[in-house]
């Protein structure tokens, strides 16, 4: 059994670029600079930042001010680059403020992109195929083991392994993780064959299924082979039950099998939708038995 420690407490900015020699003046403390010369860099981890919570975050601006300041580095006369907190900059030009608060790095371009991955790594809203790629760009640059990156980033080894096994994904999938598709989803499926994983993805994908429903779906395909995705959600969906004997055998077979191997796993999360399927199984294997007996 894979053995999933907790993970340690990250590493703040603090700690891992406090040492960095700073030049002298405004250099390593606090100050306010326009926002006009600060720039994005364009490497940054993060590439998606939603309209709604940009405005919501200018609104707050307007009302109290930034209170915790964005980290540049000087890259010209007058000019800066984002090391860490673009999502404040961006909304704070939305709230239309001519300064905000800012500390100064003097670090090199390497520097930053290591400074600038471990703050987005640290963000609970990256998204998952954000996050796999930034990871394999901190183990590269840092030339570390993927226990030191957990450390850095304050996630678990385990989880850290599992984000970054999403850049071996076929690239169809990897584009499905922009319809809502995570890394917990391409996980529970993995069980399954290529085309039969690629077209349930592509259904839970389309009809926003639940990592819950997920599992469900690719344990019964795992369970009977040859039952389709789309017969095995509409069975877990509650879709329309309907059709002849052989149809509502099989359906029968198809959750015994599943259940048969749900029975030798570790069932540590039986829940209310679980008893509600084996009661429904129990249901559907006294009907079958009483049709057989009354052949007979």
Known sequence: MLETRAPKKRVSMDELFGGLVE?????????MLPVSQIEADPEQPRKTFTNETLREL???LREQGMLQPVLVRPVGRDRYLLIAGERRWRAAQLAELVEIPVMVKDVDAPTTRVMSLVENLQREDLRDEEKAQALHELKRLRKTTWEEIARLVGLSEARVKALAMLNREPAEVQALMSSGITEKHLSLTRVLKDERRLSLLREVARRGLSTQQTREASDLLRADESLAVASALRHLLG???SGNGRAKSDRVLSYVRYFERLSDSDLEDVNEDFLEALAAL???VRTLRRRLNSRG
């Open 23 to 31: 030049s002298s003046g405004q250099l390593g403390g606090t100050t």
């Open 239 to 241: 879709g329309e039950a």
């Open 58 to 60: 200018a609104d707050s």
């Open 282 to 284: 129990e249901k559907q």
